[in-house]
């Protein structure tokens, strides 16, 4: 076989393979420019889901005359022109690819006007190279891209379309994932010429949050935490849900990396890790997250369609986004109510000047890193859970009458010696006792590993004999430095017998045995210096944690029922158990009086 160069026709449709995939590709690639021409407003028309016709209106910057047929040209754009630009990219498109790849696969017709000129101008192209002179048409400032008859030219892609309905949702998807990253700008999509989605411009934080809980839920925000923290370089705002607030699938996930919405494995990987302690089993978090970052950190550049980044300091990146995020929900205690980012900006952060016009474009006025400041959410320590026996009397006081009742208020009842039921202000409250205690010792176990290096440890006044099989002697004789560190001495005396000298102070009493086995089989932590060592010894302090919290069954005084509400309003992620499963509820007036119908 020769080679030879392929014909322009031919090239434009290999491109379009990249970045028009279905019709929500050219609602995502049309929309995109109408931002960066400074849009506030875009209308969409719809027809047969998109593969008919797709029409974009908005009224940005407009192109002139003179550079419509350029528009339609490969690799022809206003927002580069050199090689420095690609490291410094503050558009949503750059690359000059999405108006002659789609003009490849349909038949396109591109009107505009600029504010200056007296009117518009039309240019039409049908998958050649040749383009007619633009004609004068009546139209506002802005532009409209037409798209009809997608892949007219290219049947054996036609055929892998959807139906209209699946096409539409995929359009819809597409919309509301570019109207959270943009809420200052209003959206219309009408289909079939019936309104389908109208997005009012958010001026403030309130409007946003309403744009977020009409693109998720009515509820998301009830059952979010705000978000905002920044370093040197780096800037994160947005909304992530209550650990008891989470889907069966991560359908609900939306990261933006300076508005640009990406999929990243090291973003999804830091979330998840945040959430590690507090979440149920295969659940998944719901997530509105903005990343402003200095553009220079961060390549656009990595994927056809732009929804893949790389970042220039990965390692530092996915730090502070599980630091940020760990800390903003350990910080959650009973009586913190979620709360709405409050900053000037409806993206709740200073964006970089970015107005791009037909022409050109304007470059951030100051470098990020010099305009944010480091802002951590506080760690707060929780308590040391001593024995429950704080006397009832220090309780009696504050329960007068002028005393202010407490988030979780004052118990009242045990109910079946599992389930302490507390009065508070605002109605009644009920704790898992066992889930709560297991937290506030877990809690307290992480804090002196990770502050004085091991667990406080308990010499044993008559040591205890266990035998084992020869596996797990071997195991046990090999981590014996590190199972001192979790406050347990044990030490092999046979082939298969173990003498247990020591356990964690915060075990007394428990079934030493079945601790010992328990760490044991829960120990394969391998590689100290692995990036999963601390998870691990997370699962196990939060093994030991459970042996020693109180049990079901066990009756609990008054005193030490209060006590240990009071040590979870003071403990960090006090919400959850470590499972991820709550440790309490609680019923306001409100819903109590309808239990009853009061005030029908």
């Not at 076989?1 to 995939?21: D, F, R, S, Y």
Request: glycine share 4%.
């Amino acid at each position: 076989m020769t080679i030879q160069i392929l014909p322009p026709q031919l090239v434009n449709q290999i491109a379009a393979g990249e970045v028009v995939e279905r019709p929500s590709s050219i609602v995502k690639e049309l929309m995109e420019n109408a931002f960066d021409a400074g849009a506030s407003r875009i209308e969409i028309d719809l027809e047969q889901g998109g593969i008919r016709m797709i029409r974009i209106s908005d009224n940005g910057s407009g192109i002139p005359r003179e550079e419509l047929a350029l528009a339609l040209s490969r690799h022809a754009t206003s927002k580069i022109s050199r090689q420095e630009d690609l490291v410094n990219v503050l558009t949503m498109g750059f690359r000059g690819e999405a108006l002659p790849s789609i003009s490849s696969v349909s038949r396109l017709a591109l009107t505009s006007r600029t504010p200056e000129a007296n009117s518009g101008y039309r240019i039409t192209a049908d998958g050649s190279e040749i383009h007619p002179e633009p004609e004068p048409a009546a139209h506002p400032p802005g532009t409209t891209v037409e798209v009809r008859d997608l892949f007219y030219n290219t049947p054996a892609r036609r055929k892998f379309l959807r139906a209209d309905k699946t096409e539409l949702g995929h359009i819809l998807q597409t919309v509301e994932r570019l109207a959270l990253a943009r809420p200052d700008v209003g959206i219309l999509i009408r289909h079939q010429q019936k309104e389908t989605l109208r997005l009012p411009p958010a001026s403030d934080t309130e409007a946003w949050s309403q744009r977020v809980e009409r693109i998720l839920s009515d509820q998301f925000i009830d059952h979010s935490i705000a978000v905002n923290a920044s370093t040197e370089g780096l800037q994160l705002k947005g909304w992530i849900s209550l650990p008891t607030h989470s889907r069966s699938q991560p359908d609900q996930q939306f990261f933006y990396v300076n508005q640009r919405h990406v999929r990243d494995k090291l973003i999804t990987h830091a979330v998840r890790q945040a959430y590690q302690d507090v979440m149920y089993q295969n659940r998944h978090a719901v997530y509105v997250l903005y990343l402003d970052i200095d553009p220079a950190w961060v390549d656009v550049n990595a994927h056809p369609a732009k929804t893949e980044v790389r970042f220039r300091e990965s390692r530092q990146v996915h730090d502070f986004i599980f630091r940020t995020l760990q800390r903003t929900i350990a910080a959650q205690k009973p009586g913190h109510a979620p709360a709405i980012p409050d900053e000037p900006s409806p993206f709740g952060f200073q964006i970089p000047e970015t107005t791009v016009f037909a022409s050109g474009q304007k470059q951030a006025s100051t470098p990020l890193s010099r305009r944010v400041t480091a802002a951590y959410p506080p760690p707060v320590s929780p308590p040391s859970p001593q024995a429950l026996s704080i006397p009832f009397a220090e309780y009696a006081i504050q329960m007068d009458a002028s005393a202010p009742v407490p988030p979780l208020g004052f118990a009242i009842a045990c109910l079946h010696d599992t389930y302490i039921l507390a009065e508070s202000a605002q109605g009644l409250v009920m704790v898992d006792m066992h889930a709560a205690h297991e937290r506030i010792t877990y809690e307290s176990l992480k804090q002196q590993l990770e502050n004085q290096g091991s667990i406080l440890s308990q010499p044993l006044l008559l040591p205890l004999r266990m035998t084992l099989s020869r596996h797990d002697a071997d195991k046990a004789e090999h981590l014996a430095e590190t199972l001192v560190r979790w406050g347990l001495d044990l030490q092999r005396t046979g082939d298969t017998s173990m003498v247990v000298r020591a356990m964690p102070a915060l075990l007394e009493g428990a079934d030493a045995q079945k601790l010992v086995q328990d760490l044991i089989a829960n120990s394969d932590i391998g590689d100290t210096a692995s990036p999963a060592v601390e998870q691990a010894i997370h699962e196990v302090l939060a093994g030991v944690a459970c042996h020693a919290a109180v049990r079901a069954g066990r009756k609990l005084s008054l005193a030490e029922m209060n006590s240990l509400l009071r040590q979870m309003e003071a403990t960090e992620r006090s919400g959850q158990c470590n499972h991820g499963r709550p440790t309490w509820i609680e019923l306001d007036r409100h819903k109590l009086d309808s239990f009853f119908m009061r005030g029908r």
